[in-house]
């Protein structure tokens, strides 16, 4: 629910990146409600044909669901064009749904994995990443401060000031992230 509301909260920004789960979370859950509001229509339209009824019973539940669809589509045009920015393309490949088998293609590039690092639409939406790795950043902020702590006067052996406690892995005296994960030591 929350990378719905997150979408939601965004309602027309075209502009940057988002995640895989962002976009895919957003899907589901939209797709979740929009099932549901036509159960409930379509439960209303059988009780009415049941009653012997020509009422029109059911137009509050339409009314409802075309309510919801028209409030989620710029929310869902916007989260579908910075899924294709994360992939470093642009947004208007989102007509390219509009051609036979277009659409397989536009759900292959949603699938795919980003630009791993910034691209022209901006910073990686999944937070710090370099070419020492996925925690290139913390790790090298741990060797600096473990670096720093090392012109200090210490035993000659070093033993681990603790364990990580996200994968395990013994901690450096003096760092405050894990060498192996960046999790940040506590």
């Known amino acids: 629910m929350y990378w719905y509301l997150e979408v939601m909260k965004k309602y027309a920004v075209f502009e940057g990146r988002a995640r895989r789960k962002e976009y895919w979370m957003f899907q589901l859950v939209n797709g979740i409600i929009i099932v549901v ?5 379509a439960l209303q339209i059988h009780s009415t044909i049941a009653r012997g009824r020509d009422s029109f ?12 669809v028209l409030a989620t589509v710029v929310p869902a045009l916007a989260v579908s064009v910075r899924r ?18 277009g659409g397989l293609v536009l759900f292959v590039f949603h699938v795919l994995d980003g630009t791993p690092g910034p691209n022209r639409y901006g910073p990686s ?25 090392a012109n200090t006067t210490q035993p000659t052996i070093r033993a681990f000031q603790g364990f990580c406690t996200k994968c395990g892995t013994g901690l450096v005296p003096g760092s405050r992230f894990c060498m192996s994960c960046g999790k940040e030591a506590s």
């Not at 509001?37 to 229509?41: G, Q, R, S």
């Not at 939406?125 to 473990?146: F, H, M, W």
Request: include cysteine; charged fraction near 10%; proline fraction near 5%.
């Open 125 to 149: 939406p999944k937070g710090v990443t370099s070419s020492t790795g996925q925690y290139g950043a913390y790790e090298t902020l741990a060797r600096a401060q473990a670096a720093a702590n």
């Open 37 to 41: 509001l036509m159960c409930i229509f």
């Open 84 to 101: 294709l920015h994360d992939a470093d393309l642009g947004g208007g490949w989102l007509f390219i749904s509009l051609v036979p088998l």
């Open 57 to 68: 019973a059911g137009v509050p539940a339409l009314l409802v669901f075309l309510a919801y």
